[in-house]
């Protein structure tokens, strides 16, 4: 099974290395991007670059901030999962889940918490702008939001992470043009091969890893059945 799963694999790569230096030059570019600074309990205090939010300071510390997590999966069940460019300023050539992102405050609207509208705008924006999935594909009523998470990562010691995560699931066959600058490869994988994929699929993202070995199984084994573990009143600390 897990040879299939590779043979299924869709690698970007060659196009990738084509646009190496431009695919560079915008992952600077949005390091300049606004991201949400929050508290432990996801009330917003502010915004600071994306750059700011990501560098690891001198006593260790990294800025909370929000962002999301998109698992998408197609109508037999099967999971998107993506590799992410060696061009990436944090994480480069690691693999991960379908969509992850921030919303930032430079898109009017990405800040709304009324049913966590904020968020949505800025999944869907993300996975037009990442691969290529026209908005129509994805109406905002489709998205199940489970819950989020807190975590954080030291990273390679220069960029990291430490977010509060929202998880969202998305059910869908939709028409992709993965951006060569975000994605190097992408692979759909089926439930029954999860664990032999993830096995040669290295290094993962933290966020990934985290929601892998502690949730991702189980929420996937309930596609049909999510309502029963949203919870949109605590945060999960990873």
């Known amino acids: 099974m897990i040879g299939n799963c590779v043979r299924r694999c869709l690698s970007l790569g060659k196009a990738s290395r084509m646009c190496s230096t431009g695919a560079k030059e915008l992952q600077l570019q949005a390091l300049n991007e606004k991201c949400f600074l929050v508290t432990p309990e996801d009330k917003i205090i502010g915004t600071a670059s994306k750059k700011e939010c990501h560098l690891v300071q001198k006593d260790g510390n990294i800025p909370l901030h929000r962002a999301f997590s998109v698992f998408l999966f197609n109508t037999q069940g099967q999971l998107l999962l993506q590799k992410r460019t060696p061009e990436k300023i944090t994480y480069p050539s690691h693999f991960t889940n379908s969509c992850c992102s921030h919303p930032i405050a430079d898109v009017p609207g990405e800040d709304e918490e009324e049913n966590n509208m904020g968020i949505l705008r800025a999944a869907q924006r993300r996975l037009n702008y990442e691969l290529g999935i026209s908005v129509d594909?994805?109406?905002?009523?489709?998205?199940?939001?489970?819950?989020?998470?807190?975590?954080?990562?030291?990273?390679?010691?220069?960029?990291?992470e430490h977010e509060i995560d929202?998880?969202?699931?998305?059910?869908?066959?939709?028409?992709?043009?993965?951006?060569?600058?975000?994605?190097?490869?992408?692979?759909?994988?089926?439930?029954?091969?999860?664990d032999e994929h993830v096995k040669v699929l290295e290094p993962l993202t933290p966020w990934f890893r985290l929601i892998y070995q502690t949730r991702l199984k189980l929420?996937?084994?309930?596609?049909?059945?999510?309502?029963?573990?949203?919870?949109?009143e605590n945060i999960l600390k990873l």
């Open 166 to 194: 929202y998880v969202l699931f998305l059910q869908a066959d939709v028409k992709m043009v993965p951006n060569p600058s975000e994605i190097s490869q992408i692979s759909f994988v089926p439930r029954d091969s999860i």
């Open 219 to 232: 929420w996937w084994d309930n596609l049909d059945n999510l309502e029963k573990f949203k919870d949109h």
């Open 137 to 160: 594909q994805i109406p905002i009523q489709n998205f199940n939001y489970l819950t989020r998470i807190h975590y954080k990562d030291p990273g390679n010691g220069l960029w990291g």
